[in-house]
């Protein structure tokens, strides 16, 4: 008997690993993989003393670009207790943190870093945003800052705004600056220029660019016009 063609769909587990798609500017389909898992949760141990103190360690050491057995020899610790420091499974004496302490040249201190580290989060109720001065206000387009954080632990910067262009707002000339932007259109419509290419965008629509090209609003086809910035740029570098 013929073999029957299974049209049994995949499982949202199978589809999960598909890599998102992109279209190049010949209009091909280009799947680029992820590198990070949105959903993924960081070891739950991160916070536990001994765990905060290996990474540290580790990471003293690779930036030395010494191995384990580099580390071992300055110290006089065995191979076997330095991975068990690196893995966060032995809680490491005092004397044993000053003699890591001597031999990758940071401060006892340098270890708990992680341990004792605060992660900041901003709360901006609606309407409590920040009116702020950037280049396109002189041209009527309104910057509410909803967010910022200044040095992190990311080394990224992100600037969240609530843009408003009205009909007092002019077509301005195009921006350009460090690091990458997205853009979530939230009400009206406008055609929205990246480069030499041009991006009609109405309420849903989302453009996500490398913000060194020239960009900004060409047409302001439907007003009033909303629409969500975020701007992303390394902390040493100005945005």
Known sequence: MANKTSDTKPSAAAKSKVPPKRVSA????????????PHAIRDTREK??????????????KKLGITVADLAAATDISLGMLSKIE????????????????????????????????HSAVLVKA????????RGTRAGHQYNLLGHIGAN???????????????????????????????????????YRHGNNLYPMKP???????ADAPHGPEELTQLPMRYLSIICYPQNSAG
Not at 48 to 61: D, K, M, P
Not at 204 to 210: H, I, R, V, W, Y
């Open 26 to 37: 010949d209009g091909r389909t280009i799947r680029t993989p992820l590198t990070q898992n």
């Open 204 to 210: 849903g629509d989302s453009l996500f660019f490398d």
């Open 127 to 134: 309407g409590e945003g920040v009116d702020v001065e950037r």
């Open 153 to 191: 632990t990311s080394g990224v910067v992100v600037e969240p705004y609530l843009i408003t262009l009205t009909e007092n707002s002019d077509v301005f000339p195009t921006f350009q600056h460090a690091g990458m932007e997205f853009l979530y259109m939230l009400e009206g419509e406008v055609v």
């Open 48 to 61: 536990v003393l001994e765990v905060a103190i290996g990474h540290e360690v580790r990471a003293f050491r």
């Open 87 to 118: 893995n966060g499974i032995t809680s490491p004496s005092l004397t044993t943190l000053q003699a890591l302490s001597r031999a990758l040249g940071v401060p006892v201190t340098a270890f708990f870093r992680r341990f004792e580290e605060e």
